[in-house]
């Protein structure tokens, strides 16, 4: 073992699998063959657009964030052809390097930007997912359709509830069947309730694991290797039965590692959240403060605390029962199926708690739930839906026992205000004021 190291480490066993899925995916929306659209309706862990044999669905998040990550040179220039046309810089940078590489013509290996012939912005509470097909649309002449995003405050209401499912039922009814009239294509109700049953599958393993990652001590898994793998079936949409056979693959790795404690960082001390993605250009925070024993579990955003834990009557903190897809729900029907996928969209019950402080409690409960002993938040400047109530969140999660940090950023798929020196620097200071010192020293 290495210097300072407590536990047992080994590469994933998973990655490969996860790297031939990921790059699968990418040669498939550069065919030609397929009719490609923007955005996403039903929310599944997996392909719903597969119950159209000729279809398949890009969403801007993987996609603007990859360019970011793999070609930063690349990515500032798309942002800039989105500028110039006069986009501000306070756009979401996963929009701006999207609308940009559409703008040039190409992608970052200099093959020609996949056109898209229909547009579903992702319902999505966030302030700019909704002008998200905007660009698109006035690009090139092309269908559009919306699917609302419905919320409340306060604690989770059945009745409520009823009418809100009732809005989104209508909103997906409507985009398949007019789906159906423009591209000449069947909708395959059969087709599509496998993929239901498959997702819920999914849904299970991906639970386990975040559960795994929280619970046990040394973690199995950190967020960046979660980041590597956590699209790949949902926004990255790959084969059905593919995924689920990943998912079980990763779920039986961190399983096995959990019971063997094979550590995910081998001297870990310090366990820390985030609350949203990070700069996708400079993952490397996450290694530098490994050398202080500091592990990341990810975020409210990796996790899906709101849908996968809840506060018991008794005060503890567990996985919740998942109601999305009920067991004795029939699908039968075209409408039994979208009513089941429209009520994966829907508020879950019994989740952390949502109320006008937009997600003040759930923070810090998804916080207790891993086990962690301090934050580190982003403030980021653009897609100001992103960063709605940071401050406050820091202030509970203080009152909680944590040591938070903030820093400030573009946006995670953009990098020109992340200045990379000062977070390192914030980040020595932050550990060292705990007492911590790299393994190295």
Known sequence: MAKGQKWETRPLDFWNKAKELRAGWQKSIESKEKVVGQGNTFDLSFDWQAAFPAVTVIEDNPVGSMMQNKNEPYARKARLASEVRGWGREICGYQGNCWGAQFLGYIDDGTAWPDRKFVIPMPCVCDQHAKRGQQARDFENMPQWMADRLI???????EREKP???????????????????????????ECAKLMAGSKEVREYSREISYLMARTIPSPLSVKDLYSVYTIGGLTKIDPDATVQFWRMVRDEVKWRAENQIAAVGNEQFRFIEAHPPSWHYMKY??????????????????GAGSNYEVRPDGSIGLRVDKTYPDDMEMTTREDIIRVGSGA????????KTNEYIYRDRIVQFAQFMQADGALLAIWRHGVG?????????????????????????QPGDRTDLDEKRLLDQLDTWMESQGLRKVTE
């Not at 996450?286 to 996790?303: F, K, T």
């Not at 969209?345 to 952390?352: N, V």
């Open 152 to 158: 409340y405050f306060g604690e989770y209401d059945e």
């Open 164 to 190: 809100m499912l009732e809005h989104k039922v209508y909103c997906n009814y409507r985009i398949i069947n007019d789906m159906e009239r423009i591209f000449g294509q069947q909708f395959d109700e059969e």
């Open 286 to 303: 996450y290694r530098y403060l490994e050398q202080y024993g500091a592990i990341c579990l990810g975020s409210e955003y990796s996790h």
């Open 345 to 352: 969209l829907a508020r879950p019950a019994g989740g952390f």
């Open 386 to 410: 992103c960063t709605l109530t940071r401050k406050e969140q820091a202030m509970y999660l203080r009152d909680a026992g944590l040591n938070v940090i903030h820093y400030e950023g573009s």
